[in-house]
């Protein structure tokens, strides 16, 4: 992906275990990220899926529950392992193909074409460099036939360039034990160009008096959903969409009929 790869695939492998925590129901965001794509691919005549950043599964698991054939795609080998344990647990790993990949060699390990391809969880934002945003929006440009449909989930940092947040709260869940999970993040801020910030997650666990703390770090680009708009038209995307998904903005795009 760039440079910083194996720094963020060793972050993401650091926290997969934890991150279902990330969320106040797991299952039920599953559930709600497989209704929220279907709902996007509605008469787009979408039944091949390449999900680019699949994570733990989030949207892969519940779009092949859905009926949709996914190919998902990962360079960190915790979450496409948390990935494979979650669709054996729902009864759709046969549905799957799983590939260890980052976006910038997809084209050396998945055969197009797609009718959808999917970017959630803030993935893109990792590429540090402009010349990796825009290979990455072209890869996923030319892996899709024509009249296919692209999906962007990020978090859009332009409000924060202003204010350059450093706290941000995160989940608090209690186990029937009485344990408790933490999450909040301590974020840097370095000027550019281009302007990159660190997250600084800190996990804290345990109950009564008795809490141990674990932080790991991982490096963004933060981007704004207008600066990637721009990108993916000069890539040859059009009829861009951007719409509010809880903490992230979703971009959907179509790659023209012809041309």
Request: include cysteine; hydrophobic fraction near 40%.
């Given at each position: 992906?760039?440079?910083?790869?194996?720094?963020?695939?060793?972050?993401?492998?650091?926290?997969?275990?934890?991150?279902?925590?990330?969320?106040?129901?797991?299952?039920?965001?599953?559930?709600?990220?497989?209704?929220?794509?279907?709902?996007?691919?509605?008469?787009?005549?979408?039944?091949?899926?390449?999900?680019?950043?699949?994570?733990?599964?989030?949207?892969?698991?519940?779009?092949?529950?859905?009926?949709?054939?996914?190919?998902?795609?990962?360079?960190?080998?915790?979450?496409?392992?948390?990935?494979?344990?979650?669709?054996?647990?729902?009864?759709?790993?046969?549905?799957?193909?799983?590939?260890?990949?980052?976006?910038?060699?997809?084209?050396?390990?998945?055969?197009?074409?797609?009718?959808?391809?999917?970017?959630?969880?803030?993935?893109?934002?990792?590429?540090?460099?402009?010349?990796?945003?825009?290979?990455?929006?072209?890869?996923?440009?030319?892996?899709?036939?024509?009249?296919?449909?692209?999906?962007?989930?990020?978090?859009?940092?332009?409000?924060?360039?202003?204010?350059?947040?450093r706290f941000l709260p995160g989940?608090?869940?209690?186990?029937?034990?009485?344990?408790?999970?933490?999450?909040?993040?301590?974020?840097?801020?370095?000027?550019?160009?281009?302007?990159?910030?660190?997250?600084?997650?800190?996990?804290?666990?345990?109950?009564?008096?008795?809490?141990?703390?674990?932080?790991?770090?991982?490096?963004?680009?933060?981007?704004?959903?207008?600066?990637?708009?721009?990108?993916?038209?000069?890539?040859?995307?059009?009829?861009?969409?951007?719409?509010?998904?809880?903490?992230?903005?979703?971009?959907?795009?179509?790659?023209?009929?012809?041309?």
């Amino acid at each position: 992906m760039h440079t910083d790869n194996s720094h963020t695939n060793d972050f993401y492998d650091a926290i997969v275990e934890y991150y279902p925590m990330f969320y106040r129901d797991w299952d039920v965001q599953l559930e709600r990220e497989g209704l929220g794509l279907r709902s996007i691919f509605r008469n787009k005549g979408v039944i091949r899926v390449l999900d680019a950043a699949c994570g733990p599964g989030t949207q892969a698991v519940p779009l092949a529950q859905l009926g949709f054939e996914v190919v998902a795609a990962d360079p960190s080998t915790g979450m496409i392992r948390k990935a494979r344990e979650t669709a054996e647990q729902l009864g759709v790993s046969d549905k799957i193909e799983f590939v260890g990949v980052d976006f910038l060699r997809l084209h050396e390990t998945v055969t197009g074409p797609f009718d959808a391809v999917v970017c959630k969880g803030n993935a893109l934002p990792h590429l540090l460099l402009d010349e990796d945003i825009e290979a990455a929006l072209l890869t996923f440009y030319e892996l899709l036939r024509p009249g296919g449909t692209l999906v962007i989930g990020m978090r859009d940092f332009g409000p924060f360039m202003e204010s350059r947040p450093r706290f941000l709260p995160g989940f608090a869940h209690e186990n029937d034990d009485g344990e408790e999970f933490i999450t909040f993040d301590i974020w840097e801020w370095e000027e550019g160009p281009p302007v990159i910030a660190t997250q600084n997650l800190y996990i804290v666990r345990g109950k009564e008096n008795q809490y141990d703390t674990m932080k790991q770090q991982v490096i963004f680009r933060p981007l704004s959903t207008d600066e990637v708009k721009v990108v993916l038209l000069e890539v040859g995307f059009e009829d861009i969409a951007d719409q509010p998904d809880r903490w992230e903005r979703v971009l959907v795009a179509r790659k023209p009929l012809s041309g």
